[in-house]
C-alpha cells in the first residue's frame, strides 16, 4: 500500500516556496529527493523519517525540507527493516543512497506489516 | 523582675494601641515598613489586575493563557502570531513520555505524598542535562554579546563557540537528544514555525548558525534538541533567559502532573508488591543482590565495645588500652 506524501521546499530565511509536490508513495518522494540532493545522509535520513512521522521537517543548504506524510508507520519495525537493508548501520544511516531506495521500495510493498500492532 | 522580653519593662502585649504606633513611627523615622512591590499585579476585595488588566475582562474578550504568560513576564499582550507560536512550543514540549521528570513524578508519588509533590519533584530534574534551558539561555546570550561587542557575524561566532566547545570537550547546550538520535521530531518542526509566523529573530538564527558550524567540524550533522529549538524561539519571543526557562520547566510540569495523576490513579502504592503480574519497580527481585549489588560480601559487624575481663565494665572503646576504672590492661 502507498500513501501521499506533499512536499514544499522553503527558503530559510526568506520564507519563500520555491518547489511544491505532491508524490503518491515513498517510493516517488525518495525519487525526488535523490535527484535533488546530493548528501546521501540526507536523502536517506529524510526518507526514513517520512515513512514514520506525519510532519518532516529539516534543512540543508539554507533550505527547508517541509513534508507531509500519511504514512505513520510504527518506527521498532520499520528500524528493524532499514537495519536488514543497511539503510541504518547501527543508528547511523547510510552514505550510499542506493539504500534509501531499496528502503522506500521495500516500505511501499510492506506497508501494512509496519503499522503499529 | 528580668521581663520576658529581653530587658523591656512591658510585653508589646501589654501597650497600648497608641505607645506601640509611636514606637512604631520613632522605628520607622527614617525608613518605609516593610510592604510587597510588584509591577506584576494587584488585588482587593472584589477584583484582580494584571498589568492594569482586570483578569476576568482580559479571558472574557477573548485573551487565553499564551497571552497572559505574555502579559505577566514581559508586561504586554502578544501579537496573535506570537501568541500562536508559544502555543505551538509549549503544546510540542508539554508531554515526552517516561523521561527523567515524568519518571521522577511517578516514583514520588508511588509513596502517596501530597500529589503536588509528585508534580514538583517532576520538574526538579531539569538542570543541567534534562531540559538545560538555563544553561542554554546563559551561553547563547554570552557568545551573542561577545559576536556584538567583537563584530563579528552569526556566522563566524558560531563557529567561534563549536570550536571552544570541542576544544575543552564541552558539551553545546540545545544540540543532541540521547533518544531521538536522529533528530528530535519537534526540534526543526519549532524552528520552521518560527520563520514560518515571522517571530524568528536573533537568537533561532544564532541556533541554525551553531548546527551548521557543528555539522562542518563533526563532518555530519548533530541535530537541535527542545531546548535548542525552543528556548532559542522564547528568548525571540522576547522573554528573559530565566523567564524562558520558567515557561520550558513549567509547561512540562502539566505532563509530571499527568503522570503522578496516572501513578497514583492506576498503579499500586509502593510498586513493591509480590502479588502483581508484572515485577514492578521496587520489587525484590529487581533488587537481587546477584545482579544488582556490587558492594562488599557480607561480613560480621565488628564489636563497637569491648568489655573488661578484670571488672567486667562494658561499653568500654576499643581504642582504649586500659579499663579506666580498674586498669586492667584491655585487648
Not at chain 1, 543497511?86 to 543512497?97: C, N, Q, R
Not at chain 2, 522564547?234 to 513549567?250: N, Q, R
Not at chain 2, 561480613?299 to 562494658?314: D, H, I, L, W
Amino acid at each position: 500500500m502507498v500513501k501521499p506524501i506533499t512536499v514544499k521546499r522553503i527558503g530559510m530565511y526568506d520564507n519563500k516556496i520555491k518547489e511544491n509536490h505532491k508524490f503518491n508513495s515513498l517510493t516517488e518522494f525518495y525519487q525526488w529527493l535523490s535527484k535533488s540532493f546530493e548528501d546521501p545522509v540526507f536523502v536517506n535520513r529524510v526518507t526514513y523519517l517520512a515513512a514514520l512521522r506525519w510532519k518532516v521537517v529539516d534543512f540543508i543548504d539554507d533550505e527547508w525540507i517541509d513534508a507531509i506524510s500519511e504514512y505513520r508507520l510504527f518506527e521498532p519495525k520499520v528500524m528493524a527493516l532499514a537495519q536488514k537493508i543497511g539503510l541504518l548501520e547501527g543508528l547511523e544511516f547510510s552514505k550510499d543512497k542506493a539504500k534509501g531506495l531499496e528502503f522506500a521500495k521495500k516500505v511501499d510493498e510492506q506497508y501494512q506489516n509496519l503499522t503499529f500492532s | 523582675m528580668k521581663s520576658k522580653n529581653g530587658g523591656c519593662k512591658k510585653l508589646s502585649s501589654e501597650r497600648s494601641f497608641e505607645e506601640r504606633r509611636k514606637i512604631f513611627e520613632e522605628i520607622f523615622k527614617d525608613r518605609e515598613p516593610f510592604h510587597w512591590r510588584t509591577n506584576i499585579s494587584y488585588k482587593t476585595v472584589s477584583k484582580i489586575v494584571a498589568k492594569g488588566y482586570d483578569t476576568t475582562e482580559l479571558v472574557e474578550k477573548g485573551y487565553g493563557f499564551m497571552d497572559v504568560l505574555f502579559l505577566i513576564f514581559q508586561g504586554r499582550l502578544p501579537k496573535p502570531n506570537e501568541a500562536k507560536m508559544l502555543d505551538y512550543l509549549l503544546g510540542g514540549f508539554c508531554e515526552h513520555a517516561i523521561s527523567p521528570s515524568a519518571a521522577s513524578a511517578r516514583i514520588v508519588a508511588s509513596g502517596r505524598p501530597l500529589i503536588n509533590a509528585a508534580f514538583a519533584a517532576g520538574i526538579m530534574t531539569f538542570g543541567m542535562a534534562h531540559g538545560p534551558g538555563w544553561s542554554h539561555a546563559e551561553i547563547m546570550t554570552e557568545y551573542l554579546n561577545r559576536a556584538e561587542k567583537e563584530g563579528k557575524t552569526l556566522k563566524e561566532m558560531a563557529e567561534i563557540l563549536v570550536k571552544e566547545h570541542l576544544e575543552a570537550k564541552k558539551p553545546i547546550m540545545g544540540i543532541h537528544q540521547p533518544q531521538h538520535v536522529h533528530g528530535d521530531p519537534r526540534a526543526y518542526a519549532v524552528i520552521r514555525k518560527a520563520f514560518e509566523l515571522g517571530v524568528a529573530g536573533k537568537y533561532v538564527q544564532f541556533q541554525l548558525e551553531i548546527i551548521k558550524a557543528l555539522e562542518k567540524a563533526k563532518g555530519k550533522r548533530m541535530h537541535p534538541n527542545m531546548v535548542g529549538a525552543g528556548d532559542s524561539v522564547l528568548l525571540d519571543l522576547g522573554f528573559s533567559p530565566l523567564a524562558a526557562w520558567c515557561i520550558g520547566v513549567l509547561a512540562r510540569g502539566f505532563s509530571c502532573a499527568a503522570h503522578a495523576v496516572e501513578e497514583m490513579e492506576r498503579e499500586r502504592a509502593w510498586r513493591g508488591s509480590f502479588k502483581t503480574k508484572m515485577a514492578d519497580l521496587m520489587s525484590l527481585e529487581v533488587q537481587d543482590p546477584r545482579i544488582s549489588y556490587d558492594g562488599p560480601p557480607d561480613r560480621p559487624v565488628p564489636e563497637k565495645y569491648v568489655k573488661c575481663q578484670n571488672c567486667g565494665a562494658s561499653e568500654l572503646l576499643s581504642e582504649f588500652k586500659a579499663c579506666p576504672y580498674c586498669g586492667q590492661k584491655l585487648k
